[in-house]
């Protein structure tokens, strides 16, 4: 472990006391192996984890895939899929998505496929683990596949957004950012941040077809980025990245759109220099929702309603690092990990699960690059 700052790296007093009342009168848990994505020829990475004392142990490089942004589990956790934004794959300029079977904490090659285009920066998996979404930043564009048995089709649909937004140098062409399901699994989303807006599919999952089925308009300029659904089942959260706000909208089921309630400003009041809103985490109890936010380099932690999805601010802390990529709670959700991509580092942070704050000062270990955090 290193330091963070002259404090940090030391496991606050608030992070002692989860730890001392997680083993208080039973047996210590077993640990689990994390796998973390890495934007560099790495691959991924492996990583044993703690959750009575918030240790990360570094296993090595479990698979040989450049540039990972993002990685996912099926719904059996028996296979594992990832994005790999390189500039060309099997001789062709795009991107790659990539399955593997998860055995005793390895990771074994399974299928290998294009993407739709270049810059491919995240994937997701539908509930019935039979549909995997890709989304190409770089090249605007998004594309499915049919999985049986871990193994990846050819391409069973593609899209190439052609839009655009009025922030010159982030909004020249559409960006396709971040693939989503409703939580019906009748609709697929896609985050366009380029032309600020949320592509809205039918889906019908035993093909892996996608159908048009509407738009999702955000504020010209905000470049919407990530997509969460709140467990209530009709709450959803868009994190807008060059705006640093978040979109609360309601969901509809009867025709997947999605619409406006309020707009929540995620910068202290009067700030004024470069930022963007990164990502989202949604405890299962729907209790609180915590937002990331870069070159500011900050989380911001609410609570919600869990009836409504309405937030209230708890107030913002330190990350660990700079630029937060990807966070995630570990399975006890005691414990908040951080994938700081610019410091190489994942950072952790206690939570207090009665009121879900988060403790201002934690702990980290070196990770080259990391993008995605994954538990098995």
Known sequence: MENLTRRSFLVSASAATLAAAATRGHAAPRRLRVFVGSNTPQGILAYDWDPVTAELAPVGVVAKLANVDWIIYSPSREFLYAASEVDSFNGKPTGAVASFKVEGGQLHPLSARNSASVGTCHVALDRSGRVLLSADYGGGSAASFLVKDGQLSEPVWTEH?????????????????????????????????????????????????????????????????????????HTAYSVNELASTVDVLTWSAADGSLTLVNTINLLPEGFHGPSSACDTVIPRDGKNVYFANREKDFLYSFRADAKTGSLTPIGRSNCGGKMPRNFVLDPTERWMLVANQNSDLISVFARNPQTGALAEEGKSIAAAAPMCILFA
């Open 161 to 233: 957004y052609t839009g655009h937004g009025p922030v010159s140098d982030r909004q020249q062409s559409a960006h396709a950012h971040f693939a989503s399901f409703s939580p019906d699994n009748r609709f697929a989303y896609i985050n366009d941040l380029g032309s600020d807006c949320i592509h809205i599919y039918s889906l019908t999952a035993a093909t892996a077809a996608l159908t048009p089925a509407g738009v999702y308009r955000a504020k010209a300029g905000a470049g919407p980025r990530t997509l969460h659904f709140h467990p209530n089942g």
